[in-house]
Nanobody, 117 residues
Framework: QVQLVESGGGLVQPGGSLRLSCAASGSKFILYTMGWYRQAPGKQRELVATITSGSSTNYADSVKGRFSISRDNDKNTVALQMNSLNSEDTAVYYC???????????WGQGTQVTVSS
């Protein structure tokens, strides 16, 4: 099973930017579709963005045009560049991996992003 560790969260002002990173280990990275999800207090975890092994991307409407997901298959990392942040982006952000072969899902521990003035 793949292990996922997120980093890069923190406090940022509205309109600011933040870059999250996720390091994967323990399995063959190329076999996974990667993603970022987030969960705000009192809300369900929701999809933010996904990226396939071939770098095909998918974004939630709420972040489209502001966030960008990328992956480095040599470094086994996935990044989420977040721009034009607003208070609605405040959440714990989780790295996600879905194995293409069998659909098994893995999650990171999460990293807090707080957007506040």
């Amino acid at each position: 099973q793949v292990q996922l560790v997120e980093s890069g969260g923190g406090l940022v002002q509205p309109g600011g930017s933040l870059r999250l990173s996720c390091a994967a280990s323990g399995s063959k990275f190329i076999l996974y579709t990667m993603g970022w999800y987030r969960q705000a207090p009192g809300k369900q975890r929701e999809l933010v963005a996904t990226i396939t092994s071939g770098s095909s991307t998918n974004y939630a409407d709420s972040v489209k045009g502001r966030f960008s997901i990328s992956r480095d298959n040599d470094k086994n990392t996935v990044a989420l560049q977040m721009n034009s942040l607003n208070s609605e982006d405040t959440a714990v952000y989780y790295c996600n991996a879905r194995k293409i072969l069998d659909g098994v899902v893995s999650w990171g521990q999460g990293t807090q992003v707080t957007v506040s003035s």
